[in-house]
């Protein structure tokens, strides 16, 4: 990454709030969150936006868009924060959670779960060929008018983080409390890509 990022004794306000609270939870400052550092106000209003979606959709819904999303862009920053994340929401165990990284249609989740993963993975990966057939799949399983437009949304910040981050080359951290398996799982959707 060639951008220059606030030394951690440089920071105020928002940043400094982004810095200790990584080194709270990882004990370091991850390089995402020293990239964003540099502009601490879209960061601020990022959060912003996720704390808009997260009502109506709960985390679950939340992160099994974000996985999604990740997985087709192939952000190996956010499948591996967002996988540990769900973890440590206990949203599902490390068992569920690698088979659903390597094939979440067969991992054991339910219809709905499977149906936001697979929309947040056409709109990361096919916006254009997206149709009213695809919301209608949200709606069938559930879903309110509300809730399918955060999770379009959801899936849509998720592009814009990951792909701002993979544009800007921001080096991948290891994430804490991910054994190498889980990782491999986590990551696998991007050697199939290869």
């Known amino acids: 990454m060639i951008i220059q990022t606030p030394a951690p004794g440089s ?6 709030e982004m810095y200790s609270g990584d ?33 109506s959709i709960g985390i679950r819904v939340y992160e099994l868009a974000t996985l999604g999303a990740a997985r087709a862009i192939g952000s190996s920053h956010c499948l591996l924060a967002h996988g540990r994340k769900t973890l440590r929401a206990e949203l599902m165990d490390e068992d569920q959670l690698a088979r659903v990284a390597r ?9 709905a779960d499977v ?10 990966r096919d916006p254009r060929s997206m149709t009213d057939a695809d ?13 399918i437009v955060d999770i379009t949304l959801a899936a849509a910040a998720r592009n814009f983080l990951s792909r701002a981050l993979l544009a800007l080359a921001v080096p991948t951290d290891e994430v804490p409390d991910l054994g190498p398996e889980l990782v491999d799982a986590l990551l696998s959707p991007l050697d199939s890509a290869r």
Do not use: C, W
């Open 11 to 16: 920071v105020t306000g928002h940043a400094a």
């Open 23 to 55: 080194i709270a939870d990882v004990g370091f400052v991850l390089s995402h969150t020293q990239a964003l550092a540099v502009n601490p106000d879209a960061h601020h209003a990022f959060e912003g936006l996720v704390h808009a979606i997260v009502p």
């Open 103 to 111: 094939d979440y249609t067969s991992a054991g989740l339910s219809e």
């Open 115 to 124: 149906a936001v993963m697979a929309y947040a993975e056409k709109l990361s």
């Open 135 to 147: 919301s209608e799949r949200l709606r069938a399983v559930g879903f309110s008018d509300r809730q």
